[in-house]
């Protein structure tokens, strides 16, 4: 997988927290940030992979704030005047028409020669991924998407944000990048082999109020057990969380934590077999 950005909400630094996973020759996005244009043209300065709109056939949401949404409408606009090809967009039912009530101002007018106001499907191919009824707030029902499955939970953020558990058979990859500290969650992240999520690096009383009820301090990520710090990649962190050096953080992380690079390439599984963690990074032989 690679990441195209790993900061949080307010970083100048980083570019959003957002990313690209591979899948037997299969490419999914996990969420699309604003500055989609920007943050591609940084990334193929200085990437280890070269990323553009032609690589966005499928794309993951997992909840509607613009550092991880905002980039939909630039996708829309791209679709309609560059490929005509639209993306296909899953989540929940109730989240893809949440997203097409936020785009619809800006979209429904339509500008092609015929008139007439545009639909959703004019821009994307909204696909439902929902829960069956049985399977509670914390999902256990996976969707088969051929190459992998996948199902998802709410965490502890704004409500209805989602993280998600991908399957891909010899290799289970959850991704929550929006979620405060929630040992319940934690839990139903356990069985995977690589866990993507939320960190806070500095004061926790702020003005909005206490992050805790938001975002993931590094302090309480560290009362979880080593099995678990080992497999875990840090994302969504602040600027301040290291000066010039990822491998470096600002604030004590323990040994096994590390934050996740942004522009980097992370090979997980190679010949059918999984890497461990400390390998993820090291180049294909």
């Not at 940030?33 to 920007?38: C, E, F, I, R, S």
């Not at 953020?157 to 991908?166: E, R, S, W």
């Amino acid at each position: 997988f690679y990441m195209l950005g790993v900061g949080d909400a307010f970083t100048a630094k980083h570019f959003y927290t957002n990313g690209l996973f591979h899948v037997d020759g299969r490419e999914f996005f996990v969420d699309a940030p604003a500055y989609m244009n920007k943050m591609w043209a940084a990334n193929n300065e200085i990437g280890e992979e070269h990323v553009d709109l032609a690589r966005y056939r499928e794309l993951f949401i997992t909840h509607l704030h613009a550092d991880h949404v905002g980039g939909v409408e630039e996708l829309a606009y791209h679709q309609m005047y560059r490929t005509d090809d639209p993306i296909k967009l899953y989540g929940p039912g109730w989240m893809l028409q949440d997203i097409w009530s936020h785009l619809r101002p800006a979209l429904e007018p339509s500008v092609r020669p015929e008139g007439g106001l545009a639909s959703f499907d004019w821009f994307f191919e909204p696909i439902a991924i929902d829960q069956p009824p049985e399977s509670g707030l914390q999902g256990a029902a996976f969707h088969d998407f051929g190459e992998f499955s996948v199902t998802y939970a709410f965490t502890k953020h704004v409500p209805k944000t989602l993280m998600y558990k991908f399957d891909f058979g010899n290799f289970r990859l959850g991704y929550s990048p929006d979620a405060a500290f929630d040992r319940a969650n934690i839990e139903w992240l356990a069985d995977c082999d690589l866990i993507l999520h939320d960190t806070w690096f500095g004061e926790v009383k702020v003005l909005g109020g206490d992050i805790r009820n938001l975002h993931c301090p590094v302090a309480d990520l560290l009362t979880l057990p080593e099995a678990l710090q080992r497999k875990t990649l840090l994302c969504h962190y602040a600027d301040s969380a290291y000066d010039v050096d990822p491998t470096k953080p600002a604030e004590e992380i323990g040994e096994h934590f590390r934050l996740i690079q942004q522009n980097r390439r992370y090979h997980l599984v190679v010949d059918g077999q999984p890497r461990p963690p400390e390998r993820w990074l090291d180049p294909l032989d």
